[in-house]
């Protein structure tokens, strides 16, 4: 069978489930072999998009389990607070080593998924990198990507973020700080040399390495004229750029990537003819920090954003909440009822 997700088929053989999982399906296959259970997963923040679901499936899918009734939440979905997202019934025994398992996969996805949408909409329609394949471990680029387009941003900057999906893969980036240090610095040697070696790619600069963005930024469009499609500011959080050190700073307003160097590059990019040169920012931007730009309205084009991906963990808990069709819950965790979940087929 097509493995849509490649799911890990060690997940089939307990490699992934908790231990008190295992010996809990070995309990129950001696004495309540028959015995059918509902187990329904929920989370506790507002306005929470759902991902996973569909990686589940894949799972259910590829599992050898017939007799399970599916019932879930659309991929997507915005869910509140305790409502239930998925709910399975069938002999607990058949799917225990999946409980642990199932609520991982909606965390992760559902933080990514949901992360992506706030920073969506608080960039106002505007262009977003997820860049967040630097601050985590390599192997959840394909999760993290698929969730991150789920939730809104499908700019992606490696091919395993695409794994995943159906889209055409297009890759999103600019130049590293490593390229200009290879050239000691020369922001023009390595512009230079990065447009022969890819003179089919946009040309986009990165112009933070010597902390004087202004002067940097004016210098390489007036080199290269009208083929500079768009300028990167990194400047680090702990650093002033030399442009603004003759201005009185007030709690840090300075530092790194601020609405004042934006406002004062977007001034001298158009005085200097480079109207069509866009503005791409990154480091230290989340959900609150381009909320912030946007109503200041900051002339950002482009936002770039990290760890800002996974922050805001959302935890998936999965409860039985039925027990032979008859109310069976932990304190707090009954049956709950949700118009938005739907039968689902797996098979």
């Known amino acids: 069978m097509k493995n849509k997700f490649n799911i890990d088929l060690r997940i089939f053989e307990d490699y992934y489930s908790a231990d008190y999982f295992k010996k809990t399906r070995e309990i129950l296959n001696k004495f309540k072999p028959n015995q059918l259970v509902t187990m329904q997963w929920f989370q506790r923040k507002q306005n929470t998009v759902i991902c996973g679901i569909e990686i589940i499936k894949e799972i259910l899918r590829l599992s050898n389990i017939k007799n399970l009734v599916v019932e879930a939440v659309e991929e997507g979905e915005i869910v509140n607070a305790l409502e239930p997202v998925l709910k399975i019934t069938g002999k607990y025994s058949d799917f225990a080593h999946f409980e642990g398992l199932f609520d991982g996969i909606l965390s992760r996805a559902s933080t990514v998924a949901t992360n992506a949408r706030n920073i969506s909409i608080a960039a106002n329609g505007k262009k977003v990198l997820n860049m967040n394949d630097r601050m985590d471990y390599y192997t959840n680029q394909q999760i993290d990507g698929y969730a991150s387009s789920i939730g809104g941003i499908k700019n992606l900057v490696t091919y395993a973020s695409f794994e995943y999906l159906e889209e055409e893969t297009v890759l999103n980036g600019t130049m590293p700080h490593a390229l200009i240090a290879s050239f000691n610095g020369d922001l023009i040697a390595a512009t230079k040399a990065y447009k022969e070696v890819f003179p089919n790619n946009d040309l986009v600069v990165l112009v933070d390495y010597n902390n004087d963005c202004i002067n940097d930024s004016?210098?390489?469009?007036?080199?290269?004229?009208?083929?500079?499609?768009?300028?990167?500011?990194?400047?680090?959080?702990?650093?002033?750029?030399?442009?603004?050190?003759?201005?009185?700073?007030?709690?840090?307003?300075?530092?790194?990537?601020?609405?004042?160097?934006?406002?004062?590059?977007?001034?001298?990019?158009?005085?200097?003819?480079?109207?069509?040169?866009?503005?791409?920012?990154?480091?230290?931007?989340?959900?609150?920090?381009?909320?912030?730009?946007?109503?200041?309205?900051?002339?950002?084009?482009?936002?770039?954003?990290?760890?800002?991906?996974?922050?805001?963990?959302?935890?998936?808990?999965?409860?039985?909440?039925?027990?032979d069709g008859k109310k069976q819950s932990k304190f707090g965790r009954e049956n709950a009822f949700s118009n938005k979940i739907k039968s689902i087929k797996y098979r």
């Open 218 to 323: 004016i210098m390489v469009c007036n080199h290269f004229k009208n083929e500079i499609k768009a300028l990167r500011l990194d400047t680090s959080p702990n650093l002033v750029d030399k442009s603004l050190a003759n201005i009185e700073e007030v709690d840090n307003e300075l530092h790194g990537v601020n609405p004042k160097l934006v406002k004062m590059l977007r001034e001298k990019l158009d005085l200097n003819g480079h109207q069509n040169v866009k503005i791409i920012v990154s480091s230290g931007f989340d959900e609150n920090k381009i909320s912030y730009f946007e109503k200041n309205k900051v002339p950002v084009d482009i936002y770039g954003v990290g760890d800002a991906i996974t922050k805001n963990k959302i935890g998936f808990t999965g409860d039985i909440v039925l027990i």
